[in-house]
């Protein structure tokens, strides 16, 4: 039983008291039967755009894609989107269908949708309607396409990471015929839009099978980021690892908490190892400087893929610091919140918590314990206000004029200097000297 939430109810009545059809449809379907709770209720219809209008005239309808069918309407400052049921044409680009028409057959508007499990429609009095299948696929586990896979995907490429990405939110494996077809059809990516392809890998990477899904679909994945195919098979000689720079970075994935930019951090922090990697003349294996090397592949793929300029400039700054070995030292703790600040040092923390899980059991205790250890400290440095940052310093640019230093980059040179000694505690935060040892800078 799906709970409909009154609003959605309340415009599926409303349709129907014109002689129309109208059931929740897609995803929230899927996610009903579930047992989750939809993000957003999406309602399909017999109705016409123009004869959405005419129900809902005493609603704000918004036209959000009248071309397509779908209106959306505004049920007490809440938005629903409502769709005309429609049969797709052709697609020539890949990506969009070259004309829409309108059907009055709900079946015939399940048939275009990409996923047996997104093919299901349901009712408060009708129930569910699964002309494919979509509820024995949910219990199965299985996400398998609506129809012939290779057409499924030819007509929008987007739908090969779509699976990709299922199979890493859902956990589910992709049946047999559709897990070919993602193959045969992966070149197909190429005429997607980055901004899409990005926004799948996000919701790829903080699913809850998402180590799974990395380590399945690797190469649909490195298609479209190839920076990450030399990790695949690299051993990294080292008693520190066990695993491949490809497995280790599947696994820091997961041991990290399911947030964007944590996830992000995690995927790419090792992304330059191949590259940075030397043999000793015992056979161990050494990464001197790797996160610099990581940084600019990071940096490469995040800007391909058009990630905003903060989100690329927080994961790169983490990632550049991430060989940073903490120790339980306050003065550690303040330059470290000097040079990233409060965000990206607690960014930081969980990452190498994760890097560090994700290695050789044997050597994990000790580094879990100093990294937890710092962690005390940084909340000490926070909790008592200490000095880290120029806001902190007791003094500020206009006590420098006043003691007769000239306006310009000198004073915040001379405040910088004062901040690193107060910082390393051989200078006191006070004001008196702070100016006195202003004078000796």
């Given at each position: ?8 109810a ?30 957003d ?5 017999s109705a ?7 129900c ?9 894609g009248?071309?397509?069918g779908t ?7 809440e ?7 429609r ?16 059907t ?6 399940l ?20 002309p494919?299948g ?8 299985s ?12 007509e929008?490429a ?5 699976a ?26 190429d ?31 490195a ?46 922090h ?5 590259d ?20 600019a592949?990071a ?10 300029n ?15 070995v ?5 003065k ?5 919140l ?21 290695q ?8 879990v314990?100093?990294?937890s ?25 206009k ?5 007769g230093i ?25 004001p ?6 202003a004078?000796?800078v």
């Amino acid at each position: 039983m799906i709970r409909l939430p009154e609003k959605a109810a309340l415009l599926i009545s409303q349709l129907e008291s014109h002689g129309h059809e109208a059931f929740i449809v897609g995803g929230c379907v899927r996610d009903g039967l579930l047992g989750r709770a939809p993000n957003d209720w999406d309602i399909c219809t017999s109705a016409s755009p123009e004869e959405m209008k005419r129900c809902f005239s005493n609603l704000r309808v918004i036209e959000t894609g009248v071309k397509h069918g779908t209106l959306t309407v505004l049920a007490e400052g809440e938005p629903f989107e409502i769709t005309t049921y429609r049969i797709d044409g052709e697609y020539s680009d890949s990506r969009h269908p070259d004309q829409v028409l309108f059907t009055s057959d709900l079946r015939e508007d399940l048939s275009r949708r990409d996923f047996t499990i997104n093919a299901m429609a349901w009712h408060p009095q009708t129930g569910l309607v699964d002309p494919f299948g979509g509820a024995r696929d949910l219990k199965r586990g299985s996400i398998r396409c609506v129809g012939k896979p290779e057409k499924r995907f030819r007509e929008d490429a987007l739908r090969i990471m779509r699976a990709v990405r299922f199979a890493g939110q859902l956990g589910f494996r992709v049946d047999a015929e559709t897990d070919r077809a993602l193959y045969q059809c992966c070149p197909l990516l190429d005429k997607i839009a980055a901004e899409r392809m990005r926004m799948e890998l996000d919701k790829l990477l903080c699913g809850a099978a998402a180590e799974k899904a990395l380590r399945d679909y690797r190469e649909i994945i490195a298609h479209f980021i190839p920076e990450i195919r030399p990790m695949f098979g690299l051993d990294q000689k080292n008693r520190h690892h066990l695993y491949t720079v490809w497995e280790h970075t599947v696994r820091a994935v997961s041991q990290i908490p399911g947030k964007p930019l944590l996830r992000l951090c995690a995927f790419f922090h090792d992304i330059g190892k191949p590259d940075s990697m030397t043999v000793d003349e015992d056979g161990c294996g050494h990464f001197y400087q790797h996160e610099i090397l990581s940084e600019a592949l990071a940096g490469q793929a995040m800007k391909r893929l058009k990630y905003d300029n903060d989100t690329q400039e927080t994961v790169l700054a983490v990632i550049r610091s991430h060989s940073i070995v903490f120790r339980p030292d306050s003065k550690q703790a303040r330059r470290l919140l000097g040079k990233l600040g409060e965000e990206r040092l607690r960014l930081l923390i969980e990452l190498e918590l994760a890097d560090v899980k994700s290695q050789n059991p044997l050597y994990q205790e000790e580094r879990v314990a100093n990294i937890s250890a710092f962690r005390e400290k940084m909340e000490e440095v926070l909790a008592e206000d200490q000095c880290f940052s120029l806001r902190h310093l007791a003094i500020n640019g206009k006590d420098l004029l006043c003691l007769g230093i000239p306006q310009g980059p000198e004073i915040g040179r001379i405040l910088n200097v004062l901040l690193e000694q107060v910082v390393e505690e051989t200078l006191p935060n006070e004001p008196d000297a702070l100016k006195e040892a202003a004078r000796k800078v």
